[in-house]
């Protein structure tokens, strides 16, 4: 499943993309994201009421909340996406992340973390760097709570 979630539901992308789901950011015009969404077969995530009639409805997820939570909820219960597949795409700029050897980071990660972390990886794009540190026990919370609630039917309108 492919998403891109438009200018409104940026923090939305960046928790897809740490699940492990392809999630483009799109701050571009609206015509352009339209043409994208059917040329891709994208699922369009928004919260503009003048996005949906412009697609089949099958392309489309109107976000109900304001709140990235509420609206990971959403999605997760609409599509049944597995709770967690943390840590295979870049959060930054949506690439698959690449294991790399702890050495090959030494000089471009703080001395606790050097000192804390054996596994780390990152991406070919960007060059951003990933490890499992304190964040990463609360995004896991984040998820947690996330698949706890219980939000309605979960149907995209």
Known sequence: MRFVADAMLGRLAKWLRLLGYDTLYWRGD???LVRLVLAENRLLLTRDTHLPPRLP???????????????LAQ???RFGLPPRIIGRLCLRCNLPLEAVDKTEVRAEIPVFVWQ?????ARCPGCLRIYWEGTHYARMVETLDRVAAM???NGLCA
């Open 150 to 152: 219980k939000k309605g």
């Open 116 to 120: 804390t972390q054996e596994r780390f």
């Open 30 to 32: 609206d015509a352009r």
């Open 75 to 77: 999605v997760v219960a």
């Open 57 to 71: 409805a099958h392309l489309t997820c109107f976000i109900e909340s304001d709140h990235y939570d509420a609206q």
